[in-house]
């Protein structure tokens, strides 16, 4: 009897043994790097219609992401300054309209950081005068969070050739 339960367990372990696990999937570069423009396409759509939640759900929630406007003094660092920034920014314009070209967005190995850069014309109603910037430039660092991908660093740039004054 010891003989035949040998006989079944040794095959059964050199079976079981044999089996090479089932190897992990490589991450899909293509399918991420495609959420995250769409992302970008939120944080325009975003601003053209002056959504604030809709904003704060393309940002991470943390107190330590950064947006670095246009004058050397723009460092905001954390959710809450950056909201109400765009808040003031929101009060003070109407009528935006966002295009974006040149758009470049690369992945890192494991599909959880990204970087991107894209150039945007803004144009809008400030002051009730029409309103139209060429050129800026739009880059930063977005993390695939638990809930989906979020900016956790951005900067916006001016052309030299632009002339905005205070």
């Not at 899909?28 to 975003?46: F, G, M, Q, R």
């Not at 905001?76 to 309209?97: C, E, H, M, P």
């Not at 009730?128 to 900016?151: C, H, M, N, P, Y």
Request: proline share 4%.
């Amino acid at each position: 009897m010891k003989t035949k339960i040998v006989l079944f367990i040794l095959p059964f372990l050199l079976i079981v043994g044999c089996n090479r696990p089932t190897a992990v999937a490589p991450p899909d570069t293509a399918a991420e790097t495609v959420k995250v423009e769409n992302l970008l396409e939120k944080y325009v759509i975003a601003s053209e219609n002056q959504d604030c939640a809709m904003m704060e759900s393309i940002w991470s929630p943390e107190e330590d992401i950064m947006l670095i406007g246009t004058d050397s003094k723009d460092r905001l660092v954390g959710w809450k300054v950056i909201k109400r920034a765009y808040l003031n920014q929101f009060s003070l314009v109407t009528d935006t309209y966002i295009s974006v070209s040149d758009q470049y967005i690369r992945m890192n190995a494991d599909c959880n950081t990204a970087w991107f850069s894209q150039v945007m014309k803004y144009n809008f109603i400030f002051e009730g005068a029409a309103q139209s910037f060429e050129g800026l430039r739009f880059t930063g660092v977005v993390t695939k969070k638990a809930d989906g991908w979020k900016i956790v660093q951005a900067h916006l740039s001016v052309p030299a050739n632009l002339n905005i004054s205070k």
